[in-house]
């Protein structure tokens, strides 16, 4: 399983960001998939989450003004977040929940917002 983050970067408070999470050996559709993420120095969290029936799960800091969804047809994961704040800055990880053994991390892409 190998799964790859993109579209991190900068942006101005109050601006839109979309990360997208590409997987391979893999069927997003099947597994509970989701985003992470971590300060330096601070434990990583839950940002949001979809199960395979297409529930979703959010964290309160981000409920509201976040979406995360799944296109089966690519085996992609997206994440948008609109009305960004400098507390969203951190690093997110892309994330697959194993049925067995450890799960599965993306590397990771840097998103960082300014005031």
């Known amino acids: 399983v190998q799964l790859q983050a993109s579209g991190g970067g900068t942006v101005q408070t109050g601006e839109s960001l979309t990360l997208s999470c590409s997987a391979s050996?893999?069927?997003?559709?099947?597994?509970?998939m989701g985003w992470y993420r971590q300060v330096p120095g601070s434990q990583r969290e839950l940002v949001a989450r979809?199960?395979?029936?297409?529930?979703?799960y959010y964290a309160d800091s981000v409920k509201g003004r976040t979406t995360i969804s799944r296109n089966n047809a690519e085996n992609t994961v997206r994440l948008q977040m609109n009305s960004m704040k400098p507390e969203d800055t951190a690093i997110y990880y892309c994330?697959?929940?194993?049925?067995?053994?450890?799960?599965?991390w993306g590397p990771g892409t840097q998103v960082t917002v300014s005031s």
């Open positions: 994330h697959q929940q194993a049925t067995s053994g450890p799960d599965f």
């Open positions: 979809i199960l395979t029936t297409g529930d979703t």
């Open positions: 050996g893999t069927d997003v559709s099947r597994n509970v």
